[in-house]
C-alpha cells in the first residue's frame, strides 16, 4: 500500500474551479492511477481519500493499494509538492497496546427506524450535535482501538455538496449535501489485527468521496 500527498495549487483559480464538488475530487483521485482505469470501473482498487487544512494550505492524502502517477496526482496540485511512500513498512512498526495521534472525517449520518413491527429503515439524517462524540466512540472497540471522551475533539463540521447522476424526472444530475466532522485526539490501539484492517479500509460511509480515513502519529517513548 501507499499514502501520497499533494498541495492543492489554490492560487490556479481556473484549474480549481474543476473541483466544483466531491465526485471532482473523486475522478481526480481515480485519474491518478491511469493503468488501473484501463478495464473501467472492474479493475480499479480501492482507495481511501481525504483533504486536510494545514496553515492555510489543503492537502491531497491518498491512501491505495498500488502507487498514483506522480504527474496525474500533480494535476491540480502545486509542481513538485507530490510524494508517495509506501505504507507498509509502518503498518508493521504498529504495535498492541500503543497510543497515537489520530485524524479522521467521517460522514456523521443515522438512519431512523419507521414506526411499526417490520423497523424498517427510514429517513437518513445528520447526527445531531449533542451526539457526535457518541456516534465516534461506538465506532472504536470494534476497529481495534479505544479513546477517552476527555482526549477526543472536534475540529470542523462541514457541508459538502456531491452530484450524481440520475435518470429519472428529466433530470441528469442530482445533488446531495454530504455532512462532514473531521475528529483528532489520543487512541490506544487494542486489537492490533482489526486496527491494520481499520487504517486499510477505513471507517464509515462515502469511503470514496473523502471520508473514513484515519491517520495516526504513534506517541513512540510515550
Known amino acids: 500500500m501507499y499514502l501520497s500527498r499533494v498541495e492543492i495549487d489554490l492560487s490556479n483559480r481556473r484549474m480549481i474551479r474543476d473541483l466544483k464538488h466531491l465526485g471532482c475530487y473523486h475522478g481526480w483521485v481515480e485519474s491518478s492511477f491511469p ?15 481525504r483533504i486536510d487544512v ?13 502507487k498514483p502517477a506522480i504527474e496525474n496526482l500533480e494535476k491540480y496540485g502545486i509542481k513538485g509538492s507530490a510524494c508517495s511512500k509506501n505504507y507498509e513498512p509502518f503498518l508493521a512498526s504498529l504495535q498492541e497496546g500503543m497510543r497515537a495521534f489520530f485524524r479522521i472525517k467521517l460522514n456523521a449520518v443515522k438512519s431512523y427506524s419507521t414506526s411499526g413491527l417490520d ?9 445531531p450535535l449533542d451526539e457526535l462524540n457518541a456516534f465516534f466512540l461506538a465506532r472504536t472497540e470494534k476497529n481495534g482501538f479505544a479513546v477517552k471522551h476527555d482526549a477526543l475533539k472536534i475540529v470542523a463540521r462541514d457541508s459538502e455538496r ?9 433530470k441528469k444530475n442530482k445533488y446531495l449535501d454530504l455532512v462532514g466532522v473531521t475528529y483528532e485526539g489520543i487512541l490506544t490501539v487494542t486489537d492490533l489485527a482489526k486496527f491494520k484492517q481499520t487504517l486499510k ?21 510515550d
Not at 54 to 66: A, P, T, W
Not at 162 to 170: A, K, R, Y
Not at 201 to 207: A, F
Open 201 to 221: 479500509r477505513g471507517i464509515g460511509k462515502k469511503k470514496a468521496y473523502g471520508f473514513g480515513l484515519l491517520t495516526i502519529i504513534p506517541m513512540y517513548g
Open 35 to 49: 493503468d488501473e482505469n484501463d478495464n473501467g470501473k472492474a479493475g480499479r482498487s480501492r482507495k481511501l481519500w
Open 162 to 170: 456531491f452530484e450524481h447522476s440520475v435518470e429519472s424526472n428529466d
Open 54 to 66: 494545514i496553515n492555510g494550505r489543503q492537502y491531497l492524502l491518498v491512501l491505495s493499494e498500488n
Open 119 to 127: 423497523k424498517k429503515r427510514g429517513r437518513v439524517a445528520p447526527v
